[in-house]
């Protein structure tokens, strides 16, 4: 155990010293098994991993969901959606926050990443908020915290990860997202009628629109409601129905959401051949750098597996006789600890091959526990220092300070500890769904 405690601390300061965490995690990983098992062993591990990586089917399911959210932000659709958010929230006090918060969940249903959603939205909405004089405490908070719900709405690329890293079922895994997607869209809104009631000038309330108008708005965001409908319908069987009888494992989902989400960008005049080359750019580009990612996760995580820090982590609660829902606690203290000083995916692939046999050994369900974790990697992504939806923003932004907008998102985080602790003590809001498939 004491070879796999100095791993994991060697990771954390290589981290610290500014090392990629891919490469921080590989060299890690690589060295500790060397010492365990040999330097042939290791350089074979390795070498075993890289192509069975770039072999493996289900991992194509991650370009896929990049690709669909890139077309997706090329083609237009944030401005549809928060159009339809402002058509029927915009005339009440922090109404136009609100609607941000609503079209971030909607472009989060078909984007299914948190940096795209804030950085997309920012460019939407902000304009708006000023126009009516909302101060940019507010305006910067909502659309930071509304960003964040893009990794755990489905169809979220972090939830495939954990999925993959796990062998959980990534089906179920997105429709157990659902709820708690939803109760963090109703906490928000609470979140921002909270700061207008303390302060009524940080949010004031825009024009009613007629319910002509609103009718109109609703019908422009057909193409959303289309796209989720197919890649959601179709990986639950919702469209196994004549003349369709069409059933969609996910990586198949996934094809037929990015190759949507191309044609409606393609309809819709927004997409040259320069933008197209772009955006299949930009999605290898990505998807090159999660794949390293992942590589040295698992690198890692063969090292701590022979290691035996998991065993020796169940040995040690066994013998403490902690209960289950203490130790848990005590594993969601230490998320939210380092989620103040690491991104939400190297945190998750840090430390689930390392949490993640204990919490099975405990008898916690694998879905409740990928939802909990992403939830408190959601948390991570608006709290200081690092606070990555935070840093995206204000590089978008450009003339709102990064210590302003971390003010302003300080209720949101609040009421995410809320419902982190709603989720933990009720867990049939997070299984009632996939139990029900």
Not at 42 to 64: C, E, F, H, K, W
Not at 118 to 141: C, E, F, H, I
Not at 214 to 229: E, G, Q, S, Y
Not at 293 to 314: R, Y
Request: aromatic residues 10%; contains cysteine; positive net charge.
């Amino acid at each position: 155990m004491l070879v796999s405690v100095l791993g994991f601390a060697a990771v954390l300061a290589l981290v610290f010293l500014r090392m990629p965490i891919a490469i921080a995690m590989g060299v890690v990983g690589f060295v500790g098994y060397a010492e365990l098992r040999g330097f042939r062993a290791s350089i074979s591990m390795v070498g075993r991993l890289v192509i069975d990586t770039a072999q493996n089917y289900g991992l194509s399911v991650i370009p896929l969901f990049i690709l669909m959210g890139l077309f997706v932000s090329k083609g237009g659709l944030s401005r549809e959606l928060y159009q339809a958010s402002y058509a029927f929230l915009g005339h009440l006090r922090g109404g136009l926050a609100m609607a941000t918060i609503c079209a971030c969940a909607g472009f989060s249903a078909i984007c299914g990443s948190s940096l795209a959603t804030a950085a997309t939205m920012s460019k939407v909405a902000m304009p708006q908020m000023r126009k009516y004089g909302y101060n940019d405490r507010l305006s910067t908070a909502s659309i930071a915290a509304g960003g964040t719900l893009g990794i755990l709405i489905p169809p979220s690329v972090i939830l495939v990860i954990y999925g993959l890293l796990t062998e959980t079922s990534i089906g179920k895994l997105f429709v157990a997202g659902i709820v708690p997607g939803l109760l963090g869209v109703g906490f928000y809104l609470l979140a921002v009628q909270w700061t207008v009631a303390r302060d009524p000038g940080a949010g004031p309330a825009g024009g009613r629109t007629r319910w002509g108008a609103r009718m109109l708005a609703l019908r422009d965001v057909w193409a959303v409601l289309l796209l989720f409908f197919l890649v959601i319908g179709g990986l639950y069987g919702v469209l196994d129905v004549w003349p369709l009888n069409l059933t969609f494992s996910p990586t198949e989902a996934a094809g037929m959401g990015a190759a949507g989400a191309f044609l409606i960008a393609l309809s819709r005049g927004k997409l040259s051949l320069g933008g197209t080359v772009q955006v299949l750019v930009e999605a290898t580009q990505t998807t090159a750098a999660l794949f390293a990612v992942l590589i040295g996760a698992w690198v890692f995580s063969n090292f701590v597996n022979l290691a035996g820090l998991p065993e020796a982590l169940q040995d040690m609660v066994a013998g403490a006789g902690l209960a289950p829902m203490a130790v848990m606690a005590m594993i969601l203290l230490v998320y939210v600890a380092l989620g103040c000083v690491f991104e939400s995916l190297s945190m998750l692939l840090l430390t689930v091959p390392i949490f993640f046999p204990l919490v099975i050994g405990m008898g916690f369900d694998p879905v409740w526990f990928g939802i909990v974790v992403v939830v408190v990697t959601e948390i991570s992504l608006i709290t200081p220092p690092v606070g990555l939806n935070v840093f995206v923003l204000k590089g978008v932004v450009g003339d709102v300070s990064t210590a302003t907008i971390f003010r302003g998102v300080t209720p949101f985080w609040a009421v995410d500890i809320l419902r982190l602790v709603l989720l933990v003590l009720v867990p049939s809001l997070v299984l009632f769904l996939p139990n029900s498939m």
